[in-house]
């Protein structure tokens, strides 16, 4: 038993790991503010995934005039994005 506890420490250790989420910087957690916030008005949120970073940003850049969003903040959602899409 007393040497499988390396074996079970480093399994738990990785769980530990994989289980924690992606970390934002304070501007990209600010654009997930904004995003989740003021993105569902007119629709549904749309999931980060359904679009690549170039669609998000042209997106952001549409939606987000519409918004009166200032640049930064819209730079700020177009970052959280394309950290989150995965693509
Ligand atoms: C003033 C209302 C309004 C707001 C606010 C708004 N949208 Fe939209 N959005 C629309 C409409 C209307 C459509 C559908 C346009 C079409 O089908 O031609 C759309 C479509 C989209 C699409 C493409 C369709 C899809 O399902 O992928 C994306 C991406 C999108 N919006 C992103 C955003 C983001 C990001 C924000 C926040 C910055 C936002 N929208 C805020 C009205 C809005």
Redesign the pocket.
């Known amino acids: 038993m007393s040497n499988l506890m390396p074996l079970i420490i480093l399994i738990a250790l990785m769980l530990v790991a994989c289980s924690e989420s992606v970390q934002l910087n304070a501007q990209q957690k600010q654009g997930k503010k904004i995003?989740e916030s003021?993105?569902d008005?007119?629709?549904n949120l749309?999931p980060p995934s359904?679009?690549t970073d170039a669609?998000w940003a042209k997106?952001?850049n549409l939606?987000?005039t519409?918004?009166k969003l200032q640049q930064s903040e819209k730079n700020a959602?177009i970052d959280y994005l394309s950290l989150v899409n995965d693509k």
Do not use: D, Q, R, W
């Open positions: 995003f003021l993105c008005k007119c629709h749309i359904n679009h669609e997106a952001v939606y987000g519409k918004l959602v």
